[in-house]
């Protein structure tokens, strides 16, 4: 297990069954209490999918459209969540 896994961009490039076999396989991988840094192009995900695909798993400390949000470019966000379970 990992303290720190980090995704730019590449759930986002996966297609609906990818997308399922990643969940499966990759956010196990972090420890509890590990962090997981998500960037994603926000017009390639559908609305809610972040917290419906990792909402059980992690608790998600950056939304889109917060203050807090971060955005290096017109579109591209990040996510910071904190994997669930005793650390």
Same mark, same amino acid.
């Given at each position: 297990?990992f303290? !720190? =896994? &980090?995704?730019?961009g590449?759930l986002?490039? $996966?297609?609906?069954?990818?997308?399922?076999?990643y969940? @499966?396989? &990759?956010?196990? =991988?972090?420890?509890?209490?590990?962090?997981? $840094? !998500?960037?994603?192009?926000?017009?390639? =995900?559908?609305?809610?999918e972040?917290?419906?695909?990792f909402?059980?798993q992690?608790?998600?400390?950056?939304?889109?459209?917060?203050?807090?949000?971060?955005?290096?470019?017109?579109?591209? @966000?990040y996510?910071?969540?904190? @994997?669930?379970?005793?650390?």
């Amino acid at each position: 297990h990992f303290d !720190l =896994l &980090v995704d730019y961009g590449a759930l986002n490039d $996966l297609n609906e069954e990818d997308r399922d076999h990643y969940m @499966r396989n &990759v956010p196990p =991988l972090a420890r509890p209490g590990g962090r997981f $840094l !998500l960037g994603y192009f926000e017009n390639k =995900l559908e609305p809610g999918e972040i917290k419906s695909r990792f909402g059980e798993q992690f608790t998600i400390e950056t939304m889109p459209g917060e203050p807090d949000a971060r955005a290096s470019s017109a579109g591209f @966000r990040y996510f910071w969540m904190t @994997r669930k379970g005793m650390t």
